[in-house]
Structures are given as structure tokens and as C-alpha cells.
């Protein structure tokens, strides 16, 4: 079946610098892929969705110069979050949808738990 | 724009009973496609049914299915059976037909089931 591998699982950063997160398909093409992050407790609240080779669309409230999204191929997107605070600190899931399989495809990454001390 | 209600925040059932979650959700759309994910303490997000909406039969998966009322835009989760592993959150989500870049999930704020032995 389609997997979604994410990366890295957990990662603990200073306050002011950077962190990279990955987002794979490993067997499938991924056009759209979807970033998500969820607070303790709640529900998964969409991020910005990210096309392969254009910019990504960001939902209301989120700042696109904060979470860096690139989906450079069908295969990877990245989520970069830019001078990290403290209330970054969440986890975050990216989902992936192969290309062609209407609603039939999604496949969640296993996470990222993001701590900014 | 959509909105997906979990009114259940916490349920439990003993193992090997039958537990039903609920689910409505509110949409002007006749097409779309309705999900139930379950986000067990991994919190790895699982696909455990999926419904389209032009269907009127009723999803089933092994244990699971779901009473899908459309007129009602009530979309219920059945476990039957209930086993140890299906402790979880549970969410409901809803998704548009897709294009360009839609296609995201809608997702209820989640029911957490426990199952006791």
C-alpha cells in the first residue's frame, strides 16, 4: 500500500533557529500534498497545501514566511519553520494524495513532534 | 463552508460490544466523499472507512461501518467487536471532489474511545 514516511519523528530546537521537516511518497506520485498540525488533544488543522512545482496555498491565519513549504518533486515536500519559538512547539502531519485516485488516496506521514526550548 | 460536528468528546465500551460514534457534518455540495480516521497514542493517522457520497449503500469494513443518512448529513461509525486495539481518537472528516488544489480534509475535533476488558 501507499506510504508516507516523515521525517524527522521528534526534534527539539532553540528558540531563533530553523527546522526542516520532510514529507515522502515512497511507492506513488504525490501532486498535492497536505500539511497539517495538531495541538495536544485537538483536532488536525490544515496548514497549506503543497503543489508539486508551484507555490503552496496557506490557510487563513498561517504565515507563509514562517512555514516554508517546497514541493520541488512528486515524491518530497518540506516544511521548514523559520526562527522557531516557543509556541511552535506542536506536532505536525503531513498527508499525501496519489495523483489520479480521487478520494481514494490519502495517506498520512507518522508526524513530527516539534519542541522549541 | 464545511463544518464536521464530533458531539461525543470521550466514549468507552467494553470489549466485544458494539459502540457507535457519530458524526454530522453541514455542506451545500451533493458530491463528496466522507471519512473515518482513527489516531491511535502512535498518532499515526489510519484510514478506517471511507464513504462517497453518491453511494446510498452503507460502507463496511470487517468490524467497522457506518449508517450514512445523506439528507440528514449524519455520517455514524459502527465497531463491532470491539477490541483492545481499537482504543483511539476517532475523527470525521470531509472532502470536496477535487481540483487544482482542493481536496483537503475536513476534520471533526475527534471522539476518544477506550475500550475496557
Known amino acids: 500500500g501507499a506510504v508516507v514516511s516523515q521525517h524527522p519523528s521528534r526534534v527539539i530546537c532553540k528558540s531563533g533557529t530553523s527546522v526542516k521537516i520532510e514529507c515522502r511518497s515512497l511507492?506513488?506520485?504525490?501532486?498535492?500534498m497536505f500539511w497539517y498540525r495538531q495541538f495536544p488533544k485537538q483536532s488536525l488543522m490544515l496548514m497549506a497545501t503543497s503543489n508539486e512545482g508551484s507555490k503552496a496555498t496557506y490557510e487563513q491565519g498561517v504565515e507563509k514566511d514562517k512555514f516554508l513549504i517546497n514541493h520541488a518533486s512528486l515524491t518530497l515536500s518540506t516544511l521548514t519553520v523559520t526562527s522557531a519559538h516557543p509556541e511552535d512547539s506542536s506536532f505536525y502531519i503531513c498527508s499525501a494524495r496519489a495523483t489520479g485516485t480521487g478520494g481514494y488516496g490519502y495517506t498520512f506521514g507518522s508526524g513530527t513532534r516539534l519542541t522549541v526550548v | 463552508a464545511q463544518t464536521v460536528t464530533q458531539s461525543q468528546p470521550e466514549m468507552s465500551v467494553q470489549e466485544a460490544e458494539t459502540v457507535t460514534l457519530s458524526c454530522t457534518y453541514d455542506t451545500s455540495e451533493s458530491n463528496y466523499y466522507l471519512f473515518w480516521y482513527k489516531q491511535p497514542p502512535s498518532r499515526q493517522m489510519i484510514l478506517v472507512i471511507r464513504q462517497e457520497a453518491y453511494k446510498q449503500q452503507n460502507a463496511t469494513e470487517n468490524r467497522f461501518s457506518v449508517n450514512f443518512q445523506k439528507a440528514a448529513k449524519s455520517f455514524s461509525l459502527k465497531i463491532s467487536d470491539s477490541q483492545l486495539g481499537d482504543t483511539a481518537m476517532y475523527f470525521c472528516?470531509?472532502?470536496?471532489?477535487?481540483?487544482?488544489?482542493?481536496?483537503?480534509?475536513?476534520f471533526g475535533k475527534g471522539t476518544k474511545l477506550s475500550v475496557k476488558p
Open positions: 472528516a470531509f472532502m470536496k471532489p477535487f481540483g487544482g488544489s482542493q481536496g483537503n480534509l475536513i
Open positions: 511507492d506513488f506520485q504525490a501532486t498535492t
